[in-house]
């Protein structure tokens, strides 16, 4: 059974950062593109940034959401099993709870997600 734990979020003024974490369990994190996502209120869940490795070249792809481009970084711990999203300029836009989960393929069970709310 796969359970993803996310965690990291918190109130922040505009221009601050945080740092989100999401560990797996049940899956290797290694083995699949992972990806964060969120959803605001009265929004639909969307797609923030994804990340994937190529084992051969040992090299990673990620993939951003215009709207976070060159603020977000998505990066990976596969010893730790472990997926985190590294937000900085946060803008009152980017308030919603984060989840992460595959991308690509049928996801697994959504977490508990993390709230972010930026407000000054």
């Known amino acids: 059974q796969v359970q993803l734990e996310e965690s990291g979020g918190g109130v922040v003024q505009p221009g601050g950062s945080l740092r989100l974490s999401c560990t797996a369990s049940?899956?290797?994190?290694?083995?699949?593109?992972m990806a964060w996502y969120r959803q605001a209120p009265g929004k639909e869940r969307e797609l923030v940034a994804g990340?994937?490795?190529?084992?051969?070249?040992?090299?990673?792809?990620?993939n951003y959401a215009d709207s976070v481009k060159d603020r977000f970084i998505i990066s990976r711990d596969d010893a730790k099993n472990t997926v985190y999203l590294q937000m900085n300029s946060l803008k009152p836009e980017d308030t919603a709870v984060y989840y992460c989960?595959?991308?690509?393929?049928?996801?697994?069970?959504w977490g508990q997600g993390t709230q972010v709310t930026v407000s000054s």
């Open positions: 989960n595959r991308q690509g393929g049928q996801t697994w069970s």
């Open positions: 049940g899956i290797r994190v290694s083995l699949y593109v």
């Open positions: 990340i994937t490795t190529n084992s051969f070249a040992n090299f990673e792809l990620a």
